[in-house]
């Protein structure tokens, strides 16, 4: 008697064609009633992918260089749904544009420019080093910093940090973006990239806020394989913004960078 295997686990279950409903798994760290940003930011890419496979002729030979997301509002652990159109056609060059709903209600926009693979690896270089591998760093226990069932979900492997505001962290996730479907490794990739605001931390979670407001990712290299490398660093100004800034690696190097604005204030109560 065969017995089949058990589901994989998933941040997302398909409700329809463009609906999505969050598994516990993508509860955020600041409010567990809200989603983390990071598998939601993959599950935006997931739709990008899903708009060009559906469109004749695919995606044409291009490929992303640019997502940027703009977070409008609370974002809900509820059903989600995400519309995708083309801003900007072309052969060369394309813009699209992906708007998130949640109870009728913008809560995110995300803008992708998409550019034409060519052969460039005569001239490829870049002066950023690459990480030390994965292997090579210990298991950091995120979840003792953080609450919510995103961190809980991922495996973060850290250097130690040598002052607040510095670290260097591989993250990797068993699940799945979306039950049932399987995922671009870019989307799974950039599914783990927001967590680069929680692995060097300036300030203690439980006395300060730092949301971020937004997440621009840029890319020169299309990322590979299942960890995602950050290489990251958190500024707070006088007067209550942050930036969080990250060089991004895979295995085999450098890819791109990531930047995210914060908010920065006392918590309530602490």
């Not at 460039?120 to 591998?133: C, F, K, M, N, R």
């Not at 800034?245 to 895979?250: K, N, Y």
Request: negative net charge; aromatic residues 6%; hydrophobic residues 40%.
């Amino acid at each position: 008697m065969s017995t089949s295997a058990p589901a994989r686990e998933s941040y997302y279950v398909r409700t329809g064609e463009h609906r999505f409903k969050p598994t516990a798994h993508a509860g955020g760290a600041w409010d567990p009633a809200e989603q983390h940003f990071s598998p939601l930011a993959g599950l935006v890419v997931h739709a990008l992918d899903r708009h060009l496979a559906d469109r004749p002729g695919g995606a044409d030979g291009l490929v992303v260089g640019r997502v940027g997301y703009e977070i409008l509002g609370r974002v809900a652990l509820d059903e989600c749904e995400i519309t995708v159109e083309t801003v900007r056609p072309g052969r060369t060059i394309e813009l699209l544009e992906a708007t998130v709903v949640i109870g009728g209600r913008p809560v995110v926009r995300a803008r992708a420019w998409l550019l034409a693979r060519l052969d460039t690896s005569a001239v490829a270089d870049s002066p950023t080093g690459p990480l030390p591998a994965p292997g090579d760093l210990p298991v950091w226990p995120m979840d003792e910093a953080w609450d919510g069932g995103y961190v809980s979900s991922i495996e973060v492997r850290r250097t130690p940090t040598a002052r607040p505001g510095r670290a260097t962290a591989w993250i990797s996730s068993r699940l799945d973006l979306v039950a049932g479907e399987e995922s671009s490794a870019l989307a799974s990739y950039v599914a783990l990239v927001d967590t680069a605001n929680g692995i060097a931390v300036q300030q203690d979670p439980t006395a300060w806020m730092f949301p971020n407001l937004d997440l621009t990712i840029h890319l020169y290299r299309q990322p590979r394989g299942a960890w995602t490398g950050l290489d990251t660093t958190v500024s707070f100004g006088p007067t209550g913004q942050g930036l969080t800034s990250t060089v991004l690696h895979d295995v085999d190097g450098p890819v791109g960078r990531a930047e995210q604005i914060l908010t920065v204030r006392p918590r309530p109560g602490s």
